[in-house]
């Protein structure tokens, strides 16, 4: 019998639980694969299964969750018995009283990209074919991208056959790699012709997923035709004496679980921590009197979004103003330039996130500060030099609640040399997956006002083409805004208006130079800003502070009035956070709508 057979009278019906933690539990043994036992010890296999199966089981999952060359350090050949062996044993024990699917989990490859998984997904695949598999499911998934291959290759092989899907959703709605359930749902319903049931799994305790659970059977039911599943773990994992373990929870796991009877999810069951004894219970109660009323989503309101957010969503002129946070803990001159800044029409302050790998105070920090005590926007760059996916996404959680609605997301400057061996870069992802991450948040976490999404972009002419192609890029992961590097000439305006035709938001970079020995130090030691050698001889090094500030003051003036008509804002930076150098510039020009 397939899957579809089973599932047609749209009764709800239990899948089996986790393989792997029981198994460690009744052997002792946490440090083998299970999936080896296929070959080493068959009768701990069926009995698993046959334990499930007395329970009450309608599905059972073969034990190959694991069964791939890299994870179980074997040969091909080696693994292609495990599968089948894994399978026969699976098909043995269920006989005609429930359906075996054949289980599959992702192939992570390393960083280096060493291979390709797609072969081992064909001998994976073929070998359950050979056995006769018409059912699949592939398992414990960050995304449906990681898998769609697989999909592919099954129902070139067996049309006919039955793929489920199951995605590991967290406690707050997102996968381990960031996408949001939104995302993929949307992505589910491409690939609904192909598909036989969708679910979610491992993640969340019975509790934590009910929401989610709720959400995506609502979702699916009403845009598709296709199944749905829920098999949360038994609750959080812990070590006891060098094992995982989990609490022994099984009536709070069966009655949270249970509560999900009532919105008619087809396949219920459980994933890490749980055992034949949760689902002999779930199937006692799915059997009995359920008492439980349907759990419904409340819609979240939307608030009205921040002033910046708004003038570039209207396509005002906008006006950006940098500052760079200190090297100490003293504050005051950064809100007394803010408050400057703001005065002078400044919409949003900007704040540096430890530019050239050098230390400075962390810029959410400063911008929370900033816009309590100025009550002007602020814009925090973050980048993903210094922190991991999970630091990444709690400093967007912190930085929303202290009313934060723009962020500058950057890959970040490199380590220097000397530094190299003590000060560890962490670039776990790149600006552009930032992106992602920050677009999947504001679809889930920050629906009622989401953030919205900056990208910083070079626009000399040398690197116009791969500039203007990273763009593209961006945009297609969130980025609406940018702020350019500083320009000191008009030869950048066709690039940037080129930018512009593709739907970016560009605010042009403009910095003022404070002396001569300022403008030589920027042209020849900071990477990617140019400034031609007629700008630089304006100064001379014999000028007093006074008149070179003012020489640099007029070069910003007559810069931005070249590229007024040619941005669709400007981005300030403030040399040495000489907030009234830049107010003096932006007083000069006709900026304010």
Do not use: W
């Amino acid at each position: 019998m397939k899957l579809s057979e089973l599932l047609a009278d749209n009764k709800t019906v239990l899948c089996d639980g986790a393989f792997a933690t029981f198994y460690s539990k009744l052997t002792g043994n946490s440090e083998r694969r299970c999936e080896l036992e296929n070959i080493n010890n068959p009768e701990i296999v069926k009995r698993i299964h046959t334990q499930y199966i007395n329970a009450g089981a309608k599905i059972i999952r073969t034990n190959t969750f694991s069964a791939n060359t890299a994870i179980l350090n074997i040969s091909q050949d080696e693994l292609i018995k495990v599968i089948k062996q894994g399978y026969m044993l699976a098909r043995e024990c269920a006989g005609e009283n429930a359906v075996v699917c054949a289980d599959i989990s992702a192939i992570y490859t390393n960083d280096d990209h060493d291979k390709n998984p797609d072969a081992e997904y064909r001998a994976i695949i073929d070998a359950f074919i050979e056995c006769g598999a018409d059912s699949f499911i592939l398992e414990t998934l960050p995304s449906i991208d990681i898998i769609a291959y697989p999909i592919e290759y099954i129902k070139s092989k067996k049309p006919d056959a039955d793929i489920y899907l199951s995605f590991a959703i967290m406690p707050d709605g997102f996968t381990r790699s960031g996408v949001s359930l939104n995302s993929l749902l949307d992505s589910i319903v491409k690939y609904k012709d192909k598909l036989c049931v969708v679910g979610l799994n491992c993640g969340c305790g019975p509790t934590q997923i009910q929401r989610h659970a709720v959400q995506f059977n609502d979702f699916i039911k009403s845009n598709t035709k296709l199944y749905t599943a829920v098999l949360p773990n038994s609750g959080y994992p812990y070590l006891e004496r060098r094992r995982i373990a989990f609490s022994p929870n099984t009536e709070h796991f069966v009655d949270e679980i249970a509560r999900l009877i009532p919105n008619n999810i087809n396949i219920l069951g459980g994933c890490c921590g749980t055992e034949p004894e949760h689902i002999k219970l779930l199937s006692e109660k799915l059997n009995g009197n359920i008492s439980f009323e349907k759990i419904e989503i409340k819609e979240t309101k939307k608030s009205s979004p921040a002033p910046f957010s708004s003038r570039i969503a209207n396509s005002d002129f906008v006006i950006a103003a940098e500052l760079d946070p200190p090297y100490g803990t003293d504050l005051n001159k950064l809100i007394n330039g803010a408050n400057l800044l703001k005065e002078a029409g400044a919409d949003i302050v900007t704040i540096s996130d430890s530019p050239l790998g050098q230390v400075k105070m962390e810029p959410v920090l400063c911008s929370a500060r900033i816009h309590r005590e100025c009550e002007i926007d602020a814009l925090p760059h973050i980048c993903c030099r210094d922190r991991n996916i999970n630091a990444l996404r709690s400093v967007l959680l912190g930085a929303h609640s202290e009313g934060i609605r723009a962020v500058l997301a950057v890959t970040g400057d490199h380590i220097a040399e000397s530094d190299r061996g003590v000060v560890k870069p962490v670039f776990n992802i790149s600006s552009t997956q930032f992106m992602t991450i920050i677009s999947e948040m504001n679809k889930e976490v920050f629906a009622d006002s989401p953030i919205l999404i900056g990208g910083a972009f070079n626009p000399d002419l040398k690197y116009a083409k791969s500039q203007l192609k990273r763009l593209e890029k961006k945009m297609e992961c969130g980025a609406t805004f940018f702020l350019t590097q500083p320009v000191y000439s008009a030869e950048n305006i066709d690039v940037i208006e080129e930018a512009r035709s593709l739907g970016a938001k560009m605010l042009v970079g403009i910095m003022p130079l404070v002396s001569y020995r300022n403008a030589s130090f920027l042209n020849n030691e900071v990477p990617g800003i140019n400034i031609p050698q007629d700008i630089i001889e304006r100064f001379s090094p014999n000028m007093t502070r006074e008149e070179s500030s003012a020489v640099g003051t007029e070069i910003a003036i007559e810069l931005a009035k070249t590229y007024m008509t040619h941005a669709d804002g400007f981005y300030f930076m403030t040399p040495f956070n000489r907030a009234e150098i830049v107010c003096d510039v932006i007083n000069a020009l006709p900026l304010k709508n």
